[in-house]
Antibody, heavy 118, light 109 residues
Framework: EVQLVETGGGLIQPGGSLRLSCAASGFTVSSNYMSWVRQAPGKGLEWVSVIYSGGSTYYADSVKGRFTISRDNSKNTLYLQMNSLRAEDTAVYYC????????????WGQGTLVTVSS | SYVLTQPPSVSVAPGQTARITCGGNNIGSKSVHWYQQKPGQAPVLVVYDDSDRPSGIPERFSGSNSGNTATLTISRVEAGDEADYYCQVWDSSSDHPYVFGTGTKVTVL
């Protein structure tokens, strides 16, 4: 059974850093495209970042230069390192398995809440 | 960047048909996916590649895509279909290629 479990969210002050983790089971993270998608309170879905199976990474303009996506193949885990956090980064962060252009995000984690506030 | 526009809300009576549109420039040339999100829950893929359904999704959910509009159709609407729905495409012309629609709240009257 495919499962994605995010951890690492919490309350952080503006300018601070946080690392989110997404532990996967039932499939191999490194063989798939994996994305982070966030949702600010009461708002819609916003794609944040992707890491392709080959290792290429891409970011939304809103987080480029501040966030870094990575994976640990030995732990079958996806990460999102978030630096220089801003109030507008406050959101529930989901990891999702991406089956490609024609198949969409077929599995999602339950999400982890990041609150950036002083 | 590529923009997908959805109506903020759609209201439908039980047993009737709900249609949710997703507008984008030449969206008919792209694969469109649809997600259902209920309050406090993660999104769930209900239609992929314009009109295919993942296993476990009722046949009441269907999709179409042509020209500048993609449509998610929910037939014989049930109370449990009340949720937010998002369309999504992969935009090959961009280095941030994943685009979500603005979202539509479906209310079952």
């Amino acid at each position: 059974e495919v499962q994605l479990v995010e951890t690492g969210g919490g309350l952080i002050q503006p300018g601070g850093s946080l690392r989110l983790s997404c532990a996967a089971s039932g499939f191999t993270v490194s063989s798939n495209y994996m994305s982070w998608v966030r949702q600010a309170p009461g708002k819609g879905l916003e794609w944040v970042s992707v890491i392709y199976s080959g290792g290429s990474t891409y970011y939304a303009d809103s987080v480029k230069g501040r966030f870094t996506i990575s994976r640990d193949n030995s732990k079958n885990t996806l990460y999102l390192q978030m630096n220089s956090l801003r109030a507008e980064d406050t959101a529930v962060y989901y990891c999702a398995r991406d089956q490609g252009r024609a198949l969409g995000f077929d599995y999602w984690g339950q999400g982890t809440l990041v609150t950036v506030s002083s | 960047s590529y923009v997908l526009t959805q109506p903020p809300s759609v209201s439908v009576a039980p047993g009737q048909t709900a249609r949710i549109t997703c507008g984008g420039n030449n969206i008919g040339s792209k694969s469109v996916h649809w997600y259902q999100q209920k309050p406090g829950q993660a999104p769930v893929l209900v239609v992929y590649d314009d009109s295919d359904r993942p296993s476990g999704i009722p046949e009441r959910f269907s999709g179409s895509n042509s020209g500048n509009t993609a449509t998610l159709t929910i037939s014989r609407v049930e109370a449990g279909d009340e949720a937010d729905y998002y369309c999504q495409v992969w935009d090959s012309s961009s280095d941030h290629p994943y685009v979500f629609g603005t979202g539509t709240k479906v209310t079952v009257l």
